[in-house]
């Protein structure tokens, strides 16, 4: 028998097609360093809404040209989308890697006041190559622990987690405290941030000031206006869902905007994760209830909670260290968990996109 035919245990795919998925992984996660994590996950946006479009065409023409419906779509969102071209386990991990370790080994290509330059994710590190080699590790990182995750069949959203346990491997990795210690009176405590306090730090010989406490987003972090941006992103991916039955066009949205952001646009909100929870809680409380009104207000619900939940996660997690972990992918993490237990103990009616 060909070795390059054998099945491995787990991955679920041929010795062949695993590293055919590796080497592309490893182009993947440099493409993701060479962009800077934020510009590689607007691509990410960018892809998906595309797959989505088509999908929902797909779906209006029951196929297109003789080729199933959903054929194509399935290619561009799963393959190429979420896959080893921009999936966010790959091409964003890679940046956020990439950064953490700049933020190490080069101290002096960052500010020398502000946040830590390891948690600049829209820095594009160009052709640097050293630079590059750690985003193709971390791109691999991210195929082997989203594969694993898949099959185990863990009952959440794998890439979520892939992106969030990359992120503190990179901590461990380049020598950042995994979690960090907290100025104010605990984690959840930003008022460091809003006194103005800061902390004088040094990176290889290079001194810093830094804020004491780095809220993930300065303009995103008050918790009511952190719950009417989830209510109102959670209703908008509902919308969605209800229209095209689509659980990623929002999401793809919402990324997609982003690049205003990575602009210079002042007080663009992340939402991704927010219309992403949005269309499932639609997805769920249609199902439910059988009414629409009721699924749009559901999918508000899920965002606020989504929202609230990178809100903590992130307070957790990333204002005290010095790279970045992502709050978006914690807070779908912990979402989609939510759902999957709830489905499979009876409570909820379906997984959403999980699929169980």
């Known amino acids: 028998m060909n070795g390059l035919a054998l099945q491995i245990p787990l991955i679920g795919m041929g010795t062949e097609e695993f590293l055919i998925l590796l080497i592309t992984a490893l182009a993947g996660g440099a493409f993701g360093a060479a962009l800077g994590a934020l510009p590689a996950f607007i691509f990410t946006g960018f892809v998906v809404f595309l797959g989505e479009g088509l999908a929902i065409l797909e779906g209006n023409l029951g196929g297109v040209g003789g080729i199933p419906a959903g054929e194509i779509a399935t290619g561009i969102t799963g393959v190429i989308g979420f896959g080893a071209i921009t999936g966010p386990h790959i091409a964003f991990a890679g940046g956020v890697a990439a950064s953490a370790y700049a933020g190490k080994k080069y101290p002096e290509m960052g500010p020398k006041e502000g946040y830590h330059f390891g ?46 346990l990359s992120a503190l491997l990179a901590r461990g990795a380049f020598d950042y405290p995994l979690i960090g210690k907290p100025a104010g009176k605990g984690y959840l405590d930003m008022s460091p941030f809003e006194r103005g306090e800061e902390q004088t730090m040094v990176d290889d010989g290079v001194e810093r000031i830094r804020p004491a406490t780095e809220p993930w987003l300065p303009h995103q972090y008050k918790w009511p ?28 949205i919402s990324a997609m905007s982003l690049l205003f952001l990575n602009l210079g646009v002042e007080k663009i909100p992340v939402t991704h994760h927010i219309t992403l929870l949005g269309s499932s809680g639609a997805a769920i409380g249609a199902a439910a209830v059988g009414s ?45 968990v939510l759902i999957g237990v709830l489905y499979l103990i009876g409570i909820f009616p379906n997984s959403a996109y999980l699929g169980l």
């Open 119 to 164: 948690k600049d994710i829209t820095y594009a590190f160009g052709t640097k190559p050293d630079i590059l080699a750690v985003g193709a590790v971390f791109g691999v990182v991210g195929v082997l622990i989203n594969q694993l995750a898949a099959g185990f069949g863990l009952p959440l959203d794998t890439i979520a987690l892939t992106v969030f």
């Open 225 to 252: 206006g952190v719950t009417v941006i989830g209510l109102v992103g959670g209703i908008l991916g509902a919308y969605i869902w209800l229209e095209t039955g689509s659980f990623f066009l929002g999401y793809g």
């Open 292 to 336: 629409p009104l009721v699924a749009l207000l559901v999918g508000g619900i899920f965002g606020a909670l989504a929202g609230l939940l990178g809100e903590v996660t992130q307070r957790v997690f990333y204002s005290h260290s010095g790279t970045h972990v992502d709050p978006p992918a914690m807070s779908i993490t912990v979402m989609t």
